[in-house]
Each structure stands twice: as structure tokens, then as C-alpha cells.
């Protein structure tokens, strides 16, 4: 009997057809997710969460990606930093994943006692000519975007996450997103790999049939169409949206809002990312059902309702922030078949359920949003490992963007080596 070798990474990488999906073993294998992990969670920018997580000095929250562990904290000085999560003796954690406030780190096996700054504080039993300077907590390179915390976990963080810091910082300036709170924040573990669940996000194909709460607020033709087959009253529709997009984006333009689409996207980008402002349909003013504002409160100093939607995408998130309310989820890979997807809704700072604001009418949209995604991944992931399938071709119309992930999956493998 003839067993077929195991492919390679790089094989199976190269074996994809141009315009078409992956081969499942991308998807399915131990070892692929494992340097898949090493690569573009450790090696690359990745979102870990938001401001609002460490408000406070001594604040401190805690992430657990693959084997490693990282604490994000407020020091003193209200400086966001980041260290991994290993304490300097004999390497035990010092904190479990999750939120705590904290005077100092301390670690829970022998005491060792560290600043906010991650300087050794005490460690006794340990005699005079110990040095605790030599034994500070090891720092992970971090940077502040908006309200955004991202992390590197390598030793040579990419140097153009200075494209996407120019490029959002002036978006979301007017909303002043640092000084927001959160509203409402989940967890879903989506039964799919982590890149199915990038690729289902990075198209609109799917929304007009499964996502009725998402499309009250924009149409799924904002990220591509085809117009083969759409009948005359069809055409007339989007033709008209179009344009009420064109005239709320040059009005915008005028006010200082910035509008236009950056795409920092192809195989030379390391640190991936997409930014634009749409129109809301309908009222015109926040991701809802009913298109209106969820909270009445508006960020910062805003006074205008209707400034639609900015949106950012990277390799493991996506943002929307409206005038009232942003959302801001990011993916964390659990294992080849498991993805944890963890989402936060932010309003202003003093704003106060149930004044200004409905839980339900925050967070509905896209509650509903991510658990029909969830359900999508689920069902691709299981037919991707079926010994049946066989990639099929891309939307030119529609999917150019899933098209183009896989093409950057690609180049980035390969300036790793692999």
C-alpha cells in the first residue's frame, strides 16, 4: 500500500490556485497552526485589546496567546505597558488571563514583588549580592493607537506599524476614544480556524443572506458587486446609494472627517491594515436596527450624528466607530479548529445605561452579527477538512479581499522561511 508523503507548508502554500481558497490542510494540521501562531501572533502587530481595559493605574488584564502569556497594565505615570507574563525567579505566572487592579505584581510562588514598571521590587531569601535590576519583568513591545493596544511579541517588531499609527491616529482623533468605557464585551470560540475566520470577515458575499440585523445599517455592495442579473429597480437603488455616499463624504471631507479608503494590504506590507468611513443607510447614523444612535452621549465633543462608519481591519481584527458606540473585535487562535473572537463595545466615559444609553439596543447588531459569522465559520471549517473538498474560485467581485489575504499569507510565510 502507497502512502502519499505529508506536504510540506510551503507546498501546500504554493499547490493554491491564483483566484481560488486554500487546501484544507491549511486549515485542519497541528503543525501548520504552530507556526502559524510563531508567525503572525508572535512575529507581527496583533491587537490585544483596548484602553478601557487598564483604565486606572493599577489596572491590568491578561492574555493568554499559544504557550504565551502576556499582562497589559496602567502604571503609575497612566503609561500602558505590556510584559510577558513569567515571573523572573523560577518562571511561575503571576497571573491568571482575565482582569484584576493591582498595587504591584506579585508573584503567587515565592513573593517576588514587581512595580507597575515592571521593576523586581522584593524578592527575599535571596542575599546581598543579589542584583534585582538584572531581574526585571521582560517588557513586550506595545503601542497605543486610538484606544487600540497592539503588541509584538518578537524581538524585531515590524517598523511599519508607523503606516497604520499615521494613518489612524487622525481618524480617530475626533472621537477621542481614550477617554471611553466599556459598555458590553463578549467571547465566542468559533468552531474554525483562525484563518476562515479572517477570510469571513474580510468579505461582504455572505451578508445579504445572513446577517439581517448587520444590512439594516449598510449595503453588502459597499465591499464589491456584480451587476449581472440585478433588475432595473435594483440598479436605480444602488445607484442612488452610491451617490448619497459620494455627497456624505465629500460634505465630511469639508468638516475635517476623513473619508477615502487606505489599503496597506499587499504581499509587501507587514503590518496589514484597511481603513475607510461609509455611510450608514437608513437614519444614517449608527450600526443599529433602527439606524439611530445607540447612545445619545457622542463621543468627545461631537456634536453631528450622522458621521457613518470608520472602519479598520487588520490580520486579527476589525473596528467599526460610529459617533455614538465603536465595536472592536479581535481573534485569538486557540488550536487549528478553535479561534476565540473577543468583542467590546465602547461609549463616552460619563455616559450611563439607562440614561443614555440601552444595553440591548447597543449590542444587538452585532451579537447577532458575530454568532451568524461563528455559525459560517463552523460549517467551512468542517467542509474544508472533508476529503471531498477542493478550493473553488473566488468572487472577482466580491472577494478580492479574501483573494488578497491569502496572497499576503503567502509572502509572509515566505519572509519567515517558510
Known amino acids: 500500500m502507497n502512502i502519499a508523503p505529508v506536504k510540506t507548508h510551503r507546498e501546500l502554500v504554493n499547490q493554491r490556485q491564483p483566484g481560488q481558497g486554500m487546501p484544507g490542510e491549511l486549515f485542519g494540521r497541528e503543525d501548520i497552526f504552530d507556526t502559524d501562531v510563531d508567525i503572525f501572533f508572535t512575529k507581527h502587530w496583533i491587537l490585544v485589546g483596548v484602553t478601557a481595559d487598564v483604565a486606572e493605574p493599577g489596572d491590568a488584564s491578561t492574555i493568554d496567546i499559544g504557550k504565551s502569556s502576556i499582562i497589559l497594565v496602567r502604571d503609575d505615570d497612566e503609561q500602558v505597558r505590556a510584559f510577558r507574563n513569567v515571573c523572573r525567579h523560577r518562571g511561575a505566572r503571576l497571573k491568571d488571563a482575565g482582569k484584576s487592579t493591582v498595587g504591584m505584581l506579585v508573584c503567587p510562588y515565592h513573593q517576588?514583588?514587581?512595580?507597575?514598571?515592571?521593576?523586581?521590587?522584593?524578592?527575599?531569601?535571596?542575599?546581598?549580592?543579589?542584583?534585582?535590576?538584572?531581574?526585571?519583568?521582560i517588557p513586550v513591545h506595545c503601542k497605543v493607537v486610538g484606544t487600540h493596544i497592539f503588541v509584538c511579541l518578537g524581538d524585531n517588531p515590524p517598523e511599519d506599524i508607523s503606516v497604520l499609527e499615521q494613518t489612524m491616529a487622525a481618524r480617530f482623533a475626533p472621537y477621542d476614544l481614550t477617554n471611553t468605557k466599556i459598555a458590553f464585551e463578549s467571547e465566542i470560540i468559533e468552531n474554525g480556524n483562525w484563518k476562515l475566520v479572517m477570510e469571513n470577515n474580510r468579505e461582504c458575499y455572505h451578508c445579504a443572506a445572513t446577517h439581517p440585523e448587520l444590512t439594516a445599517s449598510f449595503l453588502p455592495e459597499d465591499f464589491g458587486f456584480c451587476t449581472d442579473g440585478m433588475g432595473e429597480d435594483s440598479l436605480l437603488a444602488l445607484e442612488e446609494y452610491f451617490q448619497r455616499n459620494t455627497n456624505a463624504q465629500t460634505n465630511w471631507e469639508s468638516q475635517g472627517h476623513l473619508c477615502a479608503p487606505v489599503e496597506y494590504l499587499d504581499e509587501n506590507a507587514v503590518t496589514q491594515f484597511r481603513t475607510q468611513r461609509l455611510v450608514i443607510?437608513?437614519?444614517g447614523e449608527?450600526?443599529?436596527i433602527d439606524t439611530k444612535v445607540a447612545?445619545?452621549?457622542?463621543?468627545?465633543?461631537?456634536?453631528?450624528?450622522?458621521?457613518?462608519?470608520?472602519?479598520?481591519w487588520t490580520h486579527n481584527s476589525w473596528t467599526h466607530?460610529?459617533?455614538?458606540?465603536?465595536?472592536?473585535?479581535?481573534i485569538i487562535p486557540l488550536a487549528p479548529d478553535k479561534t476565540l473572537v473577543r468583542s467590546k463595545w465602547l461609549v463616552h466615559a460619563d455616559a450611563v445605561e439607562g440614561v443614555d444609553y440601552d444595553r440591548q439596543t447597543l449590542t444587538e447588531v452585532w451579537m447577532a452579527t458575530n454568532q451568524q459569522d461563528a455559525n459560517l465559520v463552523a460549517i467551512t471549517h468542517s467542509g474544508t477538512q472533508d476529503p471531498a473538498y477542493s478550493p473553488g474560485p473566488f468572487s472577482a467581485f466580491t472577494e478580492s479581499y479574501v483573494d488578497q489575504f491569502s496572497r499576503w499569507y503567502a509572502a509572509r510565510l515566505a519572509a519567515h522561511g517558510v
Open 112 to 137: 517576588w514583588t514587581y512595580d507597575l514598571d515592571g521593576s523586581l521590587k522584593h524578592a527575599a531569601h535571596m542575599g546581598k549580592d543579589f542584583d534585582s535590576k538584572c531581574r526585571s519583568l
Open 321 to 330: 466607530v460610529m459617533s455614538d458606540h465603536a465595536v472592536i473585535s479581535y
Open 281 to 283: 443607510a437608513g437614519h
Open 286 to 288: 449608527s450600526q443599529t
Open 295 to 312: 447612545c445619545t452621549k457622542l463621543f468627545g465633543n461631537l456634536t453631528r450624528r450622522d458621521l457613518g462608519d470608520t472602519h479598520m
